[in-house]
């Protein structure tokens, strides 16, 4: 199973991780793709891209169904 995990509004630091069968298998901060610090107001869109990026570059290694996942 592939859980993908996102934190945005209204905290700073937002971030995405990604989980593949119980394993954290990445994780990363907006910050770090756009240099600006705690990226205020800013969704973790280029964190989302490294994610999915990462994803199908390990296709097929994972059972079952995916999930996605925010913080409200």
């Known amino acids: 199973m592939i859980v ?3 934190n945005w509004y209204p ?4 971030a995405v991780g990604v989980i593949v069968d119980g394993e954290s298998v990445f994780a990363s901060e907006e910050e770090r793709w756009t240099r600006h610090k705690h990226s205020p107001g800013e969704p973790p869109i280029n964190a989302l891209k490294r994610a999915l990026l990462y994803l199908e570059r390990i296709r097929g290694r ?3 169904r995916g999930h996605i996942c925010s913080k409200f």
């Open 62 to 64: 994972a059972k079952g």
């Open 11 to 14: 905290d700073h630091d937002h």
């Open 4 to 6: 993908v995990g996102f």
